[in-house]
Antibody, heavy 119, light 107 residues
Framework: EVQLVDSGGGLVQPGGSLRLSCAPSGFTFSSYWMSWVRQAPGRGLEWVACVNEDGSRVFYMDSMEGRFTISRDNAKNSLYLQMNSLRAEDTAVYYC????????????WGQGTMVTVSS | DIQMTQSPSSLSASVGDRVTITCRASQSISSFLFWYQKKPGRAPKLLLYNVFTLQSGVPSRFSGSGSGTDFTLTISSLQPEDFATYYCQQSYTTPWTFGQGTKVEIK
């Protein structure tokens, strides 16, 4: 069974940093593109960033480029999102999501991890 | 960035009703259009990809249509478990963008 377990969320002050992790299981992690998607309280879904199978290609939502870094370690079966210079508007539930093979849609999602940016 | 606009933003319907949600892209996105279902406290669920292909395990009462800039999600006979928020998403070009969501509520 495909499973994605998100972790690393918490309360952080504005300007602070946080590193989210995603632990996949039940599939060959190194064969899939992966993304992070977030949902702020009372708001809709927002794609954050994606990474290709071997980590050589990454893409970001404009407002996060330069502050957020997506990465993966296929040897450790892990996906990461390093978030720096956090702002109140980054407060959201963050989900890791697997891309369907050959299709740029998200076919499996983690349970989400809450990030709260507040003083 | 490509803007995705859904309508309506919310709707009330009864079990058994036929429900249609539309999604319009600010420019042509070919067939790179996907639909998700989101319930509070739960992860989103992929319903359809490439406009009209059902994700494995999704009931056939869900269907999709459209091309270019205008797309539709139809639920042929609304079931109790279908009350949720629905999102369209394009991946024609980054940044990949979602519609604002359509909340389907019980009438």
């Amino acid at each position: 069974e495909v499973q994605l377990v998100d972790s690393g969320g918490g309360l952080v002050q504005p300007g602070g940093s946080l590193r989210l992790s995603c632990a996949p299981s039940g599939f060959t992690f190194s064969s899939y593109w992966m993304s992070w998607v977030r949902q702020a309280p009372g708001r809709g879904l927002e794609w954050v960033a994606c990474v290709n199978e071997d980590g050589s290609r990454v893409f970001y939502m404009d407002s996060m480029e330069g502050r957020f870094t997506i990465s993966r370690d296929n040897a450790k079966n892990s996906l990461y999102l390093q978030m720096n210079s956090l702002r109140a508007e980054d407060t959201a539930v963050y989900y890791c999501a697997r891309h369907r093979v050959g299709v740029r849609a998200f076919d499996n999602w983690g349970q989400g991890t809450m990030v709260t940016v507040s003083s | 960035d490509i803007q995705m606009t859904q309508s309506p933003s919310s709707l009330s319907a009864s079990v058994g009703d036929r429900v249609t949600i539309t999604c319009r892209a600010s420019q042509s996105i070919s067939s790179f259009l996907f639909w998700y279902q989101k319930k509070p406290g739960r992860a989103p669920k992929l319903l359809l990809y490439n406009v009209f292909t059902l994700q494995s395990g999704v009931p056939s009462r869900f269907s999709g249509s459209g091309s270019g800039t205008d797309f539709t999600l139809t639920i042929s006979s609304l079931q109790p478990e279908d009350f949720a928020t629905y999102y369209c998403q394009q991946s024609y070009t980054t940044p990949w963008t979602f519609g604002q969501g359509t909340k389907v509520e019980i009438k």
